[in-house]
């Protein structure tokens, strides 16, 4: 029957949208869980940062402070306007 084509249509439409948010929703949930259990300088997880009985500092403050993701784009900003000649040898490698 043709007035079914169009209703058939919609749902098939609608039917893709939603597939498709749903899996966005699940790529963003993977990224914030990647981006909350791990360190992104050092590869390290929450869970065997955890199991290495860490208790100073918590695997917050390593992320926060002691692999602080932005130091590392600073610096690698910084060695990029800089001549590679007159690297230290921190720099160099």
């Known amino acids: 029957h043709p007035a079914a084509h169009?209703?058939?249509l919609f749902?098939?439409?609608t039917g893709l949208m939603l597939d498709t948010f749903a899996e966005l929703r699940e790529e963003a949930a993977t990224r914030n869980d990647i981006m909350t259990n791990q360190c992104f300088v050092?590869?390290?997880t929450r869970a065997a940062y955890d199991d290495l009985y860490?208790?100073?500092p918590s695997f917050d403050e390593h992320k926060g402070?002691?692999?602080d993701l932005w130091k590392y784009v600073y610096f690698l900003s910084?060695?990029?306007s800089k001549d590679?000649?007159?690297y230290s040898g921190v720099?160099?490698?």
């Open 65 to 67: 402070q002691e692999h």
């Open 6 to 8: 169009p209703v058939l």
């Open 11 to 13: 749902n098939i439409i």
């Open 42 to 44: 050092c590869g390290l």
């Open 91 to 93: 720099e160099t490698y």
């Open 54 to 56: 860490i208790t100073s």
């Open 78 to 80: 910084y060695l990029r």
């Open 84 to 86: 590679q000649t007159e």
